[in-house]
């Protein structure tokens, strides 16, 4: 039942702030590195905020009015580059954060673009084909004024889709009068996507996780892994370090979870999710809640679902020996202090789930110049840049004795500062 869906999410969002828990993370970052006070102003703060009301023809023949945002977070290092999520929970504050997350994670991977995210208030699921069509197209065309291939680039997340991305593509060309294949990225091949764009995310997510457990002597072949959230980045991930040796004990999607010891055939309940629309139900599994899945006893969690996931009243269940968040801010900081304290390791979404808008990067470069690459290729390039901003990061948070998170800001937030001492302030 979607109430009880939205009851669940909203449960845990609803006493979390992912606006200030982003702002907490930042400021914990400015601190450790002496951040001049002026600059630290400048970092906390988005740069820019669009609000939209927009009207959709409903398929009843009535008009209905939505409203979405896109917020710029930073541009010091290049365009804004960030997704945009569908869902009956978008909020200012949740875009604002993920905009934020979004300047980071470009730092860490050193990709040349800032952070930007992007929301719509809607279920999708309740909305037909061409309801979504004519959604997607007026929202592109009302934020049609920030975004372009040198000045704001999005991408799918949440309940987005390659589909989308095309409409958006298709709705900006259309204004121009030419094809623009380089405003959107996470495109379908056919208009300019990039070969190993859709897996991206979960490849990243699947390299990081493996140098990771090489830092921390877990053997693949001997550890599970629980994944919340069978979506694009966690389902991906799940294929892809079963293929790698570990045993994929638990996944969950909105209406539910499942397990089975033994392990999942990820390939299966990937059909399975197909034909039925969840992973609940899947022959030879148990059922699990999404909140038990979190506490459930394996050496890999993977939170690839929403923010928020991992919070003070249960971090001090969590026994899992790493978590890697596929999903953005699924961990708030005060959940991170008890982590911290009990010895688990968090590889922090800015560098778990990076995978997707390197991708990203390379898809733009690639329409760019109108010549694209073999998968093998863009494979080879996300693996270098994962292992770069992985082993950077984990270095970082070595020299510094902090959690791998604050590692990662501490590399993050110098280079934007650094970008923004050196650019100056205007005028
Ligand atoms: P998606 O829409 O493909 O999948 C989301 C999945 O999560 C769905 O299976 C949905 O049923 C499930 N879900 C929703 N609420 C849940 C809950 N409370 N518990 C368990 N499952 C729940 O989205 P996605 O693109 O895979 O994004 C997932 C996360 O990964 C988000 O935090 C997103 O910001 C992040 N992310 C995605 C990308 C990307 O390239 N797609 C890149 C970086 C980060």
């Known amino acids: 039942m979607a109430v009880v869906e939205t009851t669940f999410i909203g449960a845990s969002v609803a006493t979390e702030n992912a606006w200030h828990n982003a702002q907490q993370q930042f400021d914990d970052a400015a601190e450790l590195l002496g951040l001049e006070p002026d600059l630290r102003d400048v970092l906390r703060e988005p740069k820019r905020e669009l609000s939209v009301h927009f009207p959709v023809k409903m398929d009843n023949g009535h008009v209905q009015m939505f409203q979405g945002y896109r917020v710029q977070h930073n ?22 954060a993920l905009a934020m997350w979004m300047t980071w994670k470009c730092a860490i991977a050193d990709l040349p673009f800032g952070g930007a995210k992007g929301g719509v208030i809607v279920d999708p699921h309740k909305l037909s084909a061409g309801e979504l069509e004519r959604l997607t197209r007026r929202f592109a065309s009302e934020i049609s004024v920030l975004i372009g291939p040198e000045k704001d680039i999005p991408a799918p997340d949440v309940n987005t889709t390659p589909q989308m991305m095309a409409w958006i593509m298709d709705t900006i060309s259309m204004a121009k009068g030419y094809s623009v294949p380089a405003v959107v990225t996470g495109k379908p091949l056919s208009v300019g996507g990039s070969a190993g764009r859709n897996a991206a995310t979960g490849r990243g997510c699947m390299i990081v996780g493996m140098e990771a457990c090489r830092k921390l002597g877990i053997e693949p072949s001997r550890a599970t892994v629980a994944v919340q959230g069978f979506g694009n980045a966690g389902s991906i991930a799940a294929g892809l370090m079963q293929g790698k040796g570990f045993t994929i004990v638990a996944v969950s999607d909105s209406r539910g979870g499942i397990q089975n010891r033994a392990g999942l055939d990820v390939a299966a309940v990937i059909a399975h999710k197909q034909r039925t629309g969840s992973v609940v139900g899947f022959p030879g599994s148990e059922p699990v809640s999404n909140m038990a899945l979190l506490e459930l006893p394996v050496d890999v969690l993977i939170p690839a679902a929403l923010e928020s996931q991992i919070t003070a009243s249960n971090a001090g269940e969590i026994k899992a020996k790493l978590i890697l968040e596929a999903a953005n ?14 010895g ?22 690639q329409d760019i110049q109108s010549f694209f690459w073999e998968e093998d290729e863009v494979n080879a390039k996300l693996e270098r840049v994962m292992v770069k901003a992985f082993n950077t990061t984990w270095d970082m948070a070595k020299k510094h004795n902090v959690p791998v998170r604050l590692g990662a800001y501490l590399v993050a937030v110098s280079r934007v500062a650094d970008a923004t001492r050196v650019r100056g302030i205007y005028p």
């Open 75 to 96: 541009l010091g290092r290049g365009p804004a580059k960030g997704g945009i999520r569908y869902h009956q929970d978008v909020s200012l504050d949740e875009v604002r």
């Open 329 to 342: 801010g699924p961990t708030t900081p005060d959940a991170d202090a008890i982590l911290a304290k009990r």
């Open 344 to 365: 688990i390791t968090v590889i922090p979404d800015v560098v778990a789930n990076a995978g997707g808008v390197t991708v990203s990067y390379f898809e733009w470069v």
